[in-house]
């Protein structure tokens, strides 16, 4: 079993649409969780932390389930803008993150 | 915060031929400092860590090989590249416990 899954995707969705990713992580003991935003042929950018309560952040929610060992993104209303790769990120007590492959978003008009 | 500088950002070699990717970052000391290759519609592969001056941990076997010359430097190197070394090579480092980790704007190397 991989690190970290991911769904690649694509997700195709409208403008408007709520759409929700999945990662799945296999490191039980894992500490860290985040969500990046990838454009094509950019660097990765932090998007938000995922904390054990759940956090949001305008139009994205970010959630983690321990017990199912998975993190969840939301994303309300869909932006065009929105289109791009999302990876997640898991991070246990080394020093080393593991990133999940991405799952690529779409939002068309 | 800090920021990470990665030059050349497209670089197109021949086969066989030496590579040397710096990375500078700036706005921190003595930072954890990654070496990732991503491939084309690929995800992003752990090359090289380090964690201070001179300490070097690889993940995968290759031709490649990192230095860590000076507190904020970290350079990527071979000395004959090969045609999969292709790829988006990208610098990163923690920002902190809960702030991710930032990258570099990286470097697009095609091998021909």
């Known amino acids: 079993r991989k690190e970290v899954e991911q769904d690649p995707g694509p997700f195709n969705v409208p403008e408007g649409a709520t759409v929700a990713f999945n990662c799945t992580y296999s490191n039980s003991a894992s500490q860290s969780f985040f969500w990046y935003r990838q454009d094509c042929r950019k660097e990765p950018k932090l998007l938000m932390s995922?904390?054990?309560s759940g956090n949001e952040d305008g139009r994205f929610t970010a959630q983690l389930n321990r017990a199912s060992q998975y993190i969840s993104l939301l994303i309300r209303d869909s932006k065009l803008s929105d289109s791009a790769t999302y990876l997640c990120?898991?991070?246990?007590?080394?020093?080393?993150?593991?990133f999940g492959r991405g799952t690529s978003l779409i939002v068309h008009p | 915060s800090q920021t990470i500088h990665q030059w050349p950002a497209t670089l197109v070699q021949p086969v066989g031929s030496p590579l040397s990717l710096e990375c500078t970052v700036e706005g921190t000391s003595n930072p954890n400092l990654y070496w990732y290759r991503q491939a084309a519609g690929r995800g992003l592969q752990l090359l090289f860590y380090?964690?201070?001056?001179?300490?070097i941990s690889s993940e995968v076997p290759q031709n490649l090989s990192a230095s860590r010359p000076q507190d904020r430097q970290f350079i990527l190197s071979s000395k004959k590249l090969l045609l999969s070394d292709s790829g988006f090579y990208l610098c990163a480092s923690p920002q902190g416990e809960n702030y991710g980790y930032t990258f570099g704007s990286g470097t697009r190397l095609t091998v021909v």
């Open positions: 380090s964690v201070g001056i001179g300490q």
């Open positions: 990120v898991v991070k246990g007590g080394s020093y080393i993150p593991t």
């Open positions: 995922v904390y054990s």
